[in-house]
Structures are given as C-alpha cells and as structure tokens.
C-alpha cells in the first residue's frame, strides 16, 4: 500500500459515503441507501431479519438497481431497536419488524418515509434524525462517522473518510516525537478509567530502550453497564487497528495485542476480520506505506474477570497466566507484557487517536473543559427514558444528559441519583445535577469518570441495597491475592447484609465507614482501592436511607423485602383478586369487604401489590 | 492415546488432538486452546487437562489454576439450553433479580445446576453489553431482552420439546 492506492481506494468509495453523509447523488447509480443496525443490541432484536427481508422485498420489487440495503455499525439508542437508517432522507426508523419492510420499500419507492417508524417527540414524528433531542446535543469522536459506514465494506468505508491518511502521515513525515508531542498537545487524557494523560504514558515507554515493546488495547470492557468500547470495535473497527499502529510506531514497537472480553463474540468476529483485511492490504505488517515500520496485530480473549481489566492482570492474562494484579511500580512503561515496556489504552481513548492528528493537537484541545479535553461516551442506561450511547463533549452537565437527551425518567417516577464509574465509581444526587462532567468535578463528588457507566436510579431504588449490588460484584471479582480486597469487602457486604436486614446497630454504620477506608487504602490493585466507593458515595449522600434501615426498620423504596410490609388500605373494593393470587393465603376476608394480610404469614413477594387494581394496596 | 475415545465423539476427538498440534509447546496460549477446548465439548473434561498439559508443556495444578480463575471456563457438562442471565448495573436496576428468582422456580434449581432432565443450566454473568434491552437473559447465545416476569413462563415453556 502506497499514497496513490491509499488514494485511489478513496475516490473510489467516497461516492457512497458522501451520499449518505450528504445526500450527494452525482456518484451513485441507486437512489436509496438503507442501512441496518448490526451491533449487538439491536442484532439481538432481530436486525439481521429485518436486512434479510428488506434485501427479499426489493428483489420481488425489482428494486436492486434504486435501493441499495447495508449493515451499519451501532447507532447508540440501543432501546428502540432494531434501527433502520435511509438516505439521502437521512431518516431514522425505529422498532423495525420484518413486517414493515414491505411498507418501508413501496413507500420509498415514491420517495416517502413510513411516518410510524419515525422517532417520535412530543407525539410529533421527527423526520431527520439529527433533528432527535438524544442526537442533538451529541458530538462525534470517538464514534465518529459510524453511521456512514456499511459493515459489508468497512475498510472501503473507512478510508474514504480518511481513514488510514493519520497512519501514512504519522510513518512517512512525522517523528516519534512529532506524534508524541502532537498527543500530548491535545490534552487528551485516558477514556477507561483513571483518566492518565495518553501523550505521558506514550512518552514514558518511547524513552525506555529495549528491543522489544508492546501495544496492548484494553478492551476488556468489565463495567457492568457500559457498551461504548464494543460498540467502536463493532462499528469501526479500523480506527483501534490504524490507532494502534500509530502508538506502536510513536514508541517503537512492532507488535500489538487486542485484550478483547470472551463475552463479546460480535465485537471480536468483526475485529478479527478487520486487521485480515489491513494485513492483506499491507496497512499492517512489514514495512507499513514502504517504511520501515512495520507492526503485527493480534487479539487475546479474555475468559470472564472483571480484575483483567486492571492493566497488570491484563498482561497476565495475555501471558497465559491467572489474571491476578502486581504491584506496581514497576509500571508497564517500564516492565509491561513479558517484562518488555508497554502502552496499555482503552479503546475508546485509541479511537481519537487518528484525528487528533488529521485535526491537529488544537482542534481537539478546543473541545471540552480546561481540566478534560474532547468529548467521552456515555452508556446511558437504568430508569431513563432513551437508554443507550451518547458522545458528549466534556464538560456537559449530568442535567442535559439525563433531560435533555436521556428524555428524564419513565412513569412519572421521581429522580433520586445516578451511578457513575460502575463498580468502582459513586452516585451523584439530584442536588449535583448541575455539575459539568470532567475528570475533576467527578472525583471531587467522590464518583469518577471511569469508562463512562452512568446507572440513572429512581425512587423505587434502595440506595443501601444498590451498594450492596456493587459489593456482590466486587466480592465475586476480587481475584483473591490480597486480603483487604478479598476479606475486607466481604466483610462490608455482611454488614450490608445485616443492615437491608433490618439487624444493624449503629455501631455497624461506623464499623462500615472505617473498614471501607481500610480497604481503600490497603487493597494491591485499582479494584480493591475502589470497591468501597459505592458504599461510602451512597453512605456520604443517602446516609438518611442507612439510618431508616437501621433504627426505622424502613426502606422507603420497599425493595429490602426484610423491612417491607404490606397493607391494605380502604380503597379495598373487596375484589379478592389479591388473595387468590397470594401464594401462601396470607390474604383473607369477606367478598366485597376490605381485606387483610397477615403480617406473620406474608413472604413479601409483592404479588397482591402487582394484583390490585386499584392501588389499595402500599408497601413501606 | 486410547483414553480420549471418552473424551467425546470421535469428530470431537479429532478436532481436539489437531487443536493440540496446532498449539504443542505454546504454553503463552493456555487460555486460547482452554477456549477452544471448551468450545468443542461444551466443557473442559478432566481428561483434556491432561492432555493439554503435556502437549503444551505445562503443569496440571497451572492449568487448573487458570479455568477456577476465569469465570468463562466450566468443569461440568453443558446442558441443551443455558440460560444465561445478566445481573450487570442496568440490569439489576430493571429488575433482574425477580426474573433470576422466577427462573430459577420455575426450573426448580440453583444457579449452576442442572435440571433432572438435563435440560437447562442457569448461569448468571456481568453484563453481556446489552444494556439497552435491560432486563436481559441469553439462551444458547440468544438474547432475549427487556424482559418482564411475566415472560419468563412463555420463554421456558417454548423450549419444551
């Protein structure tokens, strides 16, 4: 591969990538272009059928010359999946069925759009779908370009978007220091957790002389909650494989590996073709653009721990070993991946990589906050209205994400906090939705950035029983090496226990606090340092549910099923509909009367309070 | 060599030895062949130890070590469906736990034991990444999402055969 064939294959796909990004016909003989999510998500709702019979309903139509069908990567608002994209229209249908697809194609066919797949806001259809609140406000880096780029020819795709120009520039005109200075001139900074500056730690292994180094993607995407590191992979797979060649050509080293998490068979099949494809074209292998770089690609699956995701469990892993942490220093930039130095990056941090030197270091330095540069992804999820992946620039507030673009909570429920930095992160009350999103602001809240997990909760949420979710994840996960991590956090969680119990002193709260900070100071690695962090956030600003619990015997979102009771109330018709539904026959009294439950004999299974029709019946 | 004919059928048998060849002294690879292993059948039987370790140069007691580290790995059979569920964040808050607890009456089983009939295996893992269709459960590698208790009958009962 040189310039001119770099070149060649650019002109040759930039027609169709210009026709869907803007509605340019002048190189296209079709006049439609629908494209079909296939990331996981909407995948798992059937997407691959829907393309099937699209593809089926054009053939019986004779259509194949006008409408052109493709597979697209993810295109983030996984919850109203499958998604549907047509262009020129730049339309976006929503909870497409095999059944709309004969109505999707003889409406196009006249040019016209099926208004009732359209996103709908306000009770109103909204007709281009940048024109949606959830993509509004969105700014693409990371994700960039993903929904121009069909799956069936994803490194024609690529390229025609510049993909691989960052690679023949960095290679052919700049120095290792050119490209390392350029990095860390664009601020940009870690996107997988701690937040690391990316140029320093380029820099830091650049200088150790060995004969061999290593780039390792971290994309052992553990935080239960996010998706955006399998999204880039799935949809733009390219960006991490051309990325990583420039890192390893920025701090000397010819070979890379892809830490890829087992549970992500998709991510993994298109990655993997992904770098065949480069091989074979020569934008990886020997002598890259005919330099005399050269870098090798391969992936390693993970089998399942979330500790892997620390970066020297990670090099264990990858060395075949039990993925238990080290101490560190020394730092992988010193002694990494078989004692060689190392760059460990997540994923979504690689993926601004190539256009932070397409754009140029201020570019992207002007986007964002003083203290964080660029833009992060988000993974929406929990009880909010538009679940899914949202690109933000820095400095958003937690507010517009959840109101603005989240579409607030569903069912009139009330907000009560959201859950950031997974596991090892913290809530944020309402009181601080206002905070821009930064490095920084998190950290002061006592939540962190982290890989960008944003769990919204709502009234119905136990603040005390949501730490003791993460505690359970922690205590599982905890590799076992260390003892704070491994005794300590079960420890915490038996305290849990004993508190949604309904069997804690207060004494037990303070006991709690203390031995959290033990932990947190104590534990080997990130995880154990960390794992305290949802108890002492919701301790720090949900301690009013703790003490309920506690000396109330209360849990005011009804979720402890020790401290819940039922009751009913006079709005009872006497249908008796509760009580035959009651498993254990707790619930007696006379047709057309009130009802009673016995107190002693209930198990709480809230059967009777799914039943009522007509709200007679409270739990507290 | 005769102690592989219980290893599983014979095609499984002889896609296991080539995986063997393929990887003979590469002891960096242990995770990638136990991988395949238990790709092939369904789980990591004793016997395949074994013989891992002696093609790939590598202790027992190590390997051993390496599949009760990864939740990944399994020791026991598969069953015909395997019900996966996730209790990742987002998960969790929609209510996985009530479907896990339905499940797992309705099947009459704890997490990680077989049905009688051999049947169905509940597993439960961190987040398959689907966490826009939350609550989420896999069968077999299917995903079958936003899910509500009420759907758990219907779901089971279509795998009756």
């Given amino acids: 591969m040189n310039l001119e064939s770099l070149e060649s294959l650019k002109k040759k796909y930039l027609a169709e990538v210009e026709f869907r990004r803007k509605g340019d016909t002048s190189g296209v003989d079709y006049k439609y272009n629908i494209m079909v999510c296939g990331g996981t998500g909407c995948r798992s709702c059937k997407s691959k059928k829907v393309q099937e019979k699209l593809e089926e309903v054009i053939k019986a139509h004779n259509l194949e010359k006008e409408i052109m069908v493709n597979g697209v990567g993810c295109f983030g608002l996984c919850v109203n999946g499958p998604i549907v994209l047509v262009y020129p229209q730049d339309a976006m249908y929503e909870k497409v069925s095999v059944d709309d697809c004969e109505e999707i194609i003889t409406n196009l066919q006249e040019g016209k759009l099926v208004e009732r797949l359209l996103h709908h806001e306000n009770g109103k259809a909204v007709e281009k779908k940048d024109e949606i609140d959830f993509c509004k406000k969105q700014k693409y880096i990371a994700r960039n370009n993903a929904e121009y780029m069909s799956l069936e020819n994803i490194l024609g795709d690529y390229i025609a978007l510049d993909g691989y120009a960052a690679l023949h520039k960095v290679v052919t005109t700049m120095s290792q220091e050119d490209v390392i200075k350029t990095i860390k001139d664009s601020g940009l900074r870690g996107r997988g957790g701690a937040g690391f500056p990316t140029g320093n730690k380029w820099e830091f292994t650049r200088v150790v002389e060995a004969p061999q180094k290593y780039v390792i993607c971290n994309a052992d995407e553990g935080d239960p909650g996010a998706f955006m590191d399998r999204s880039i992979i799935e949809s733009n797979p390219h960006a991490i494989i051309e990325a990583m060649a420039i890192c390893g050509y920025a701090i000397g080293a010819s070979k890379g590996f892809v830490y890829l998490r087992a549970e992500y068979p998709l991510a993994g099949e298109r990655l993997q073709s992904a770098i065949d494809e480069a091989n074979k074209m020569g934008l990886l292998g020997e002598n890259i653009f005919g330099t005399n770089f050269s870098f090798d690609l391969q992936i390693k699956y993970g089998a399942g721990a979330f500790v892997c995701g620390e970066e020297t469990a990670l090099m264990r892993s990858i060395e075949g070993k039990r993925g238990e942490p080290t101490l560190k220093p020394p730092y992988p930039a010193e002694k990494g991946l078989y004692g060689c130095p190392s760059v460990i990056n997540n994923v979504e941090t690689l993926a601004n990589i190539a256009q932070i030197i397409n754009n140029g270091a201020a570019w992207f330095n002007s986007i964002g906050t003083n203290d964080s540069k660029g833009t992060k992804v988000f993974a929406l999820t929990g009880k909010i209205k538009n679940s899914g992946l949202i690109e933000l620039p820095m400095g958003t507030t937690i507010r517009e994400i959840i109101y603005d673009i989240g579409g607030g909570i569903p069912n009139g429920k009330k907000f009560k906090a959201v859950q950031m930095g997974g596991p090892s992160g913290g809530c944020i009350p309402e009181e601080y939705l206002d905070t821009p999103i930064d490095y920084k602001s998190l950290n002061d809240l006592g939540s962190m950035m982290g890989s960008g997990g944003m769990i919204v909760v709502d009234e119905d949420t136990c603040m005390v029983n949501l730490a003791k979710f993460f505690l359970q994840f922690t205590r599982d996960e905890s590799c076992g090496k260390c003892t704070p991590c491994r005794i300590g956090n079960k420890r915490i969680l038996e305290i849990l226990d004993k508190i949604t119990d309904g069997k804690a002193t207060m004494e037990d709260l303070d006991k709690l606090e203390d031995l959290c900070h033990y932990v947190k100071n104590n534990s080997l690695c990130g995880l154990g340092q960390t794992s305290p962090n949802p108890v002492l956030s919701t301790l720090k600003y949900f301690r009013h549910e703790y003490i309920e619990h506690i000396k109330d015997h209360k849990c005011r979102a009804g979720v402890c099923k020790a401290l819940t009771s039922y009751r009913i109330t006079d709005k009872c018709i006497g249908c008796s509909a509760c009580s035959r539904q009651c498993p254990v026959g707790a619930i007696t009294g006379e047709v057309r009367k009130k009802f009673d439950i016995n107190d002693e004999k209930c198990i709480k299974c809230g059967k009777c309070f799914e039943t009522c029709r007509f709200g007679a019946i409270v739990k507290g | ?161």
Wanted: proline fraction near 2%.
């Fill in chain 2, 1 to 161: 060599m005769c102690n592989c004919i219980r290893l599983g059928t014979e095609e499984q048998v002889s896609e296991f030895n080539a995986l063997l060849d393929e990887y003979k002294g590469q002891k960096d690879n242990i995770m990638i062949v136990l991988q395949k292993t238990q790709g092939i059948f369904g789980y990591i039987p004793e016997m395949s130890v074994k013989m891992i370790a002696e093609a790939l140069k590598i202790a027992e007691s190590e390997i051993y070590g390496i599949i009760t580290f990864y939740s990944q790995f399994t020791l026991t059979p598969k069953a015909k469906y395997n019900l996966d569920i996730c209790l990742g964040t987002a998960c969790f808050v929609l209510g996985a736990q009530d479907i896990l607890d339905k499940i797992l009456a309705k099947l009459g089983v704890k997490v990680g034991e077989m049905t009688k009939d051999g049947k169905w295996i509940v597993t439960s893992c961190r987040c398959l990444g689907c966490c826009g269709l939350a609550p989420a459960i896999t069968i077999n590698g299917e995903v079958y999402g936003k899910l509500k208790v009420e759907d758990v009958d219907k779901i089971i009962d279509g795998f009756a055969d």
